[in-house]
């Protein structure tokens, strides 16, 4: 159990929608408490990854459709708190990151319906590897609900520390062990 | 004369309240130990709950905002809108 009032913390993409659709009352009350002190802060690169999610959706939408896409971006950016923008503490850290594991730990995501691109799953792994750079260097716990991602950046970082002084190591909260 | 924190005279009003007595006698006791009078007590409870009221109001608003923006969408749009894009697979 993590307490919300030892923020703030920097969510995850993957963390934001985990915990906006849930519907476990405990972890509902969890997010309640958390923002009645803190906000969510998020990296651009979470931002990024949304909004062209929502424009894909918007694209690919009958037109009826459209209207609710459009309603639901902007209560996202309505809500949105602090953004942590990528500068050059992070960019370098995020470099290094890349250069220790410059493949994705897991294959491309696919069912039997959809599949995602080998260039989509290298995009995806970048975007990652500049969100644990933002949680290092803003030294905040990462919220994820992706650990098949960020538990790899986060093992590389220890064994490596000679290439993030006086940073690290990554602290990693998944999102199921919040309450 | 007190001053806001934008340096701005405070406007005040007097009125008559009803409170428990509990709260009250801690009140003057507050003020006693602090030599300040009991208006500047309550004020500054008052103050604190009203800071404590919004930010609850606040914190329920962005909740609201967060889940209006991820409701109405299937698991796979909800892929595409947490940065997996995926697209149909080609049938040979």
């Not at chain 1, 659709?21 to 969510?40: D, G, H, P």
């Not at chain 1, 971006?73 to 990151?97: C, F, K, N, Q, T």
């Not at chain 2, 405070?10 to 008559?16: A, H, L, S, V």
């Amino acid at each position: 159990m993590v307490d919300p009032a030892a923020g703030p913390f920097l969510f995850d993409t993957s963390a934001e929608s985990w915990l906006m659709r849930t519907t476990r009352s405990e972890v509902l009350n969890w997010v309640r408490a958390y923002l009645s002190s803190y906000q969510f802060e998020v990296s651009a690169l979470t931002v990024v990854e949304r909004i062209r999610g929502y424009s894909l959706l918007w694209r690919r939408a009958p037109l009826q459709r459209r209207k609710l896409i459009e309603a639901s971006r902007i209560s996202y950016l309505r809500a949105l708190g602090p953004v942590w923008r990528l500068d050059e503490a992070i960019a370098v850290v995020a470099g290094e990151i890349m250069a220790l594991l410059p493949d994705p730990p897991t294959p491309p995501r696919r069912s039997h319906r959809v599949s995602e691109s080998r260039q989509e799953r290298l995009a995806r792994w970048r975007f990652d590897a500049m969100i644990a750079a933002t949680a290092l260097v803003a030294r905040m716990p990462l919220i994820h609900n992706n650990a098949s991602d960020f538990e790899p950046v986060r093992s590389a970082i220890e064994q490596s520390p000679e290439r993030f002084p006086g940073l690290g190591p990554l602290e990693l909260i998944r999102c199921a062990s919040l309450t | 004369m007190s001053k806001n924190s934008g340096g701005n005279p405070i406007k005040k009003r007097r009125t008559t309240l009803t409170l428990p007595s509990d709260s009250l006698v801690q009140a003057e006791r507050i003020a006693r130990v602090r030599k300040v009078n009991l208006s500047t007590v309550i004020s500054e409870a008052l103050s604190e709950g009203l800071r404590a009221h919004a930010a609850v109001t606040r914190s329920e608003e962005v909740l609201n905002s967060y889940r209006a923006a991820f409701s109405g969408f299937t698991d796979d749009e909800v892929a595409i809108l947490d940065g997996i894009i995926l697209e149909p697979v080609k049938r040979h």
